[in-house]
Nanobody, 123 residues
Framework: QVQLVESGGGLVQAGGSLRLACLAS????????MGWFRQAPGKEREFVAT????????YYADSAKGRFTISRDNAKNTVYLQMNSLKPEDTAAYYC????????????????WGQGTQVTVSS
């Protein structure tokens, strides 16, 4: 099983960019599909993006399409989320998660989670 640690969050003005990273430790990172999710105060955790174990397949929430890019570097045991054109409504705690097998958008299918990194977008 892997352990996950997110980094890269912070405060940014609307229209700005951030790059989140999720470093995995443990065995067989390259065999896991990875996902990014977010949770704003008082709201349920929601799907942002997911990527297959090879990086060849990706899928995005409608809110992320065209603005966010998920990628991974299996040699570095790291998955990234490049976020551009940020909006105040993107403000949330962002979590990465891992699952074996195929990549999905349903957070209930992910069994390993990081501790989260806060993203705050000011207007």
């Amino acid at each position: 099983q892997v352990q996950l640690v997110e980094s890269g969050g912070g405060l940014v003005q609307a229209g700005g960019s951030l790059r989140l990273a999720c470093l995995a430790s443990g065995r067989a990172f390259s065999s896991y599909a990875m996902g990014w999710f977010r949770q704003a105060p008082g709201k349920e955790r929601e799907f942002v993006a997911t990527i297959s174990w090879s990086g060849g397949g990706t899928y995005y929430a409608d809110s992320a399409k065209g603005r966010f890019t998920i990628s991974r570097d299996n040699a570095k045991n790291t998955v990234y989320l490049q976020m551009n054109s940020l909006k105040p409504e993107d403000t949330a705690a962002y979590y990465c998660a891992a699952k074996s097998g195929n990549y999905y958008r349903d957070p209930r299918l992910y069994d390993t989670w990081g501790q989260g990194t806060q993203v705050t977008v000011s207007s």
